[in-house]
């Protein structure tokens, strides 16, 4: 069994290989068969990240779900230990998702700033006013506030360190899509990724599709080559995000044969 290293190991390892050009070492098109497992979840969230979808006339940055680094590193504690300590280093930021299911997203902290650099240009052009809120919000909340979410005083606290807060601060924040209010408590924001939404519909779509898909085969399987092949009519994105989220939440498993990997439906 492979031994985990040690945090100073980890650290000088982070360190390595946050100076490697991703170009250089990550292949978008290696296959699934070739690229299902790794021993470290950095690597790992480096690799889906090359290779997220190109999704036409959808502007968001990369993420990967935490279901997918299930499927990819064996030892789950491992992933959501090293995903903690990438979190607090400010390498990552951890998204609850609106699916309706226990999903998080992790986006790397460059894309995420990236995004709302974004959303910032969109609400410029049309011509919002208090759009100061936007550098408010990226100086003083996101560097402070590492966690998936934020109670309502805390974050006017927060943002009162760049000026005045107003209710039509918060108001704009949750109108780009950089927060929504928790159902159960109003006084509580999820943060989000701007413009998600249609792909969180594809997602649940996709899973649906997939999963059927594969329960109308006989024994209720199939070789992974041809299936990652295959496109979703329901989803924008691709079999293999999808195949690594079914994998990692443990609605399907893969199955060692002499002719290659199987995909199949768990058992009820």
Same mark, same amino acid.
């Given at each position: 069994?492979?031994?985990?290293?040690?945090?100073?190991?980890?650290? @000088?390892? $982070?360190?390595?290989?946050?100076?490697?050009? &991703? *170009?250089?070492?990550? %292949?978008?098109? +290696?296959?699934?068969?070739?690229?299902?497992?790794?021993?470290?979840?950095?690597?790992?969230?480096?690799?889906?990240?090359?290779?997220?979808?190109?999704?036409?006339?959808?502007?968001?940055?990369?993420?990967?779900?935490?279901?997918?680094?299930?499927?990819?590193? @064996?030892? $789950?504690?491992?992933?959501?230990?090293?995903? &903690? *300590?990438?979190?607090? %280093?400010?390498? +990552?930021?951890?998204?609850?998702?609106?699916?309706?299911?226990?999903?998080?997203?992790?986006?790397?902290?460059?894309?995420?700033?990236?995004?709302?650099?974004?959303?910032?240009?969109?609400?410029?052009?049309?011509?919002?006013?208090?759009?100061?809120?936007?550098?408010?919000?990226?100086?003083?909340?996101?560097?402070?506030?590492?966690?998936?979410?934020?109670?309502?005083?805390?974050?006017?606290?927060?943002?009162?360190?760049?000026?005045?807060?107003?209710?039509?601060?918060?108001?704009?924040?949750?109108?780009?899509?950089?927060?929504?209010?928790?159902?159960?408590?109003?006084?509580?924001?999820?943060?989000?990724?701007?413009?998600?939404?249609?792909?969180?519909?594809?997602?649940?779509?996709?899973?649906?599709?997939?999963?059927?898909?594969?329960?109308?085969?006989?024994?209720?399987?199939?070789?992974?080559?041809?299936?990652?092949?295959?496109?979703?009519?329901?989803?924008?994105?691709?079999?293999?995000?999808?195949?690594?989220?079914?994998?990692?939440?443990?609605?399907?498993?893969?199955?060692?044969?002499?002719?290659?990997?199987?995909?199949?439906?768990?058992?009820?």
């Amino acid at each position: 069994m492979e031994a985990i290293p040690g945090p100073s190991t980890a650290r @000088k390892r $982070r360190r390595d290989e946050e100076n490697v050009p &991703e *170009s250089e070492d990550y %292949d978008e098109a +290696l296959s699934l068969e070739q690229s299902l497992t790794f021993s470290d979840t950095l690597v790992a969230l480096r690799i889906m990240r090359a290779q997220f979808p190109q999704i036409e006339k959808v502007s968001v940055q990369p993420f990967i779900l935490r279901s997918q680094l299930y499927s990819s590193v @064996k030892d $789950r504690t491992q992933v959501d230990r090293e995903l &903690e *300590s990438l979190r607090r %280093d400010k390498v +990552l930021r951890i998204f609850k998702l609106n699916t309706g299911q226990d999903d998080h997203a992790i986006m790397f902290m460059d894309d995420y700033l990236n995004q709302i650099e974004r959303v910032i240009k969109r609400m410029a052009a049309k011509k919002q006013d208090e759009l100061a809120v936007f550098e408010w919000f990226k100086t003083h909340v996101i560097t402070s506030k590492l966690e998936p979410s934020i109670e309502h005083q805390e974050l006017c606290s927060l943002l009162s360190f760049g000026g005045n807060v107003k209710d039509e601060h918060i108001s704009l924040l949750i109108n780009a899509g950089l927060l929504t209010r928790q159902l159960i408590d109003p006084n509580m924001y999820w943060f989000a990724i701007p413009n998600i939404g249609s792909l969180l519909k594809g997602l649940s779509q996709g899973r649906k599709e997939l999963l059927s898909f594969l329960n109308r085969r006989r024994y209720r399987e199939m070789m992974l080559a041809p299936l990652e092949k295959k496109r979703l009519r329901l989803s924008p994105l691709d079999m293999r995000f999808h195949l690594r989220d079914l994998i990692g939440s443990g609605h399907v498993k893969t199955v060692h044969t002499p002719t290659g990997l199987v995909v199949r439906v768990s058992k009820d």
